[in-house]
């Protein structure tokens, strides 16, 4: 139920990524996705601590977000870099780290089964930078490291969160375990 919610939110934010854009007709819906999902994945994290009632989470979330947007907005105006097509401030992508942001949340709060969706949603925010020729792969790069660094030193995992995959062993064998409700 509550990864549906998560999903939910996630295709949402696509579907609405895809209508046409008047202002901007030459933008891909590659790219327009991308705007709506930098949006919705951090929303969608901050959401879920309300959907869970998680204060602690959300206090978390605070702090690493805010991090984030610190460091994105000193590093852009620091080293302003040239984008592929000719525009500054290129260094680190915006669109990843946010995105980022929200998916390394899900997922050291929470777990696999809500970071791996995320995580592949940020992803192709991260792709389709780089595909609407917006950043070079290492903006991209730069941008989801930096979204990890502070999701790791912030996020805790929440008691009782349990593991997507798990090892286990009886002493003769080995397995592995896929846990979840899907």
Excluded at 87 to 94: H, I, L
Excluded at 150 to 168: E, Q, T
Aim: charged fraction near 15%.
């Amino acid at each position: 139920m509550k990864l549906s919610l998560l999903m939910s939110v996630l295709l949402l934010g696509t579907v609405i990524s895809l209508l046409p854009a008047p202002a901007r007709a030459t933008v891909s819906n590659d790219e327009r996705a991308g705007d709506v999902l930098m949006v919705a994945l951090p929303a969608a994290a901050y959401a879920t601590t309300f959907y869970l009632d998680d204060e602690e989470g959300r206090m978390q979330f605070y702090k690493s977000f805010a991090t984030t947007i610190v460091s994105v907005s000193a590093l852009k105006y620091t080293v302003n870099a040239r984008r592929p097509d000719g525009g500054s401030q290129s260094f680190p992508s915006w669109h990843t780290t946010s995105a980022f942001d929200g998916a390394a949340f899900l997922q050291r709060r929470y777990g696999w089964s809500y970071g791996l969706p995320s995580y592949l949603a940020a992803s192709y925010v991260g792709w389709s930078r780089v595909h609407a020729d917006r950043h070079y792969p290492r903006d991209v790069y730069a941008g989801a490291a930096l979204a990890l660094a502070a999701n790791y030193y912030f996020v805790d995992k929440r008691p009782g969160a349990a593991p997507l995959v798990s090892f286990w062993s009886d002493g003769r064998s080995l397995g592995l375990a896929l846990n979840g409700h899907w």
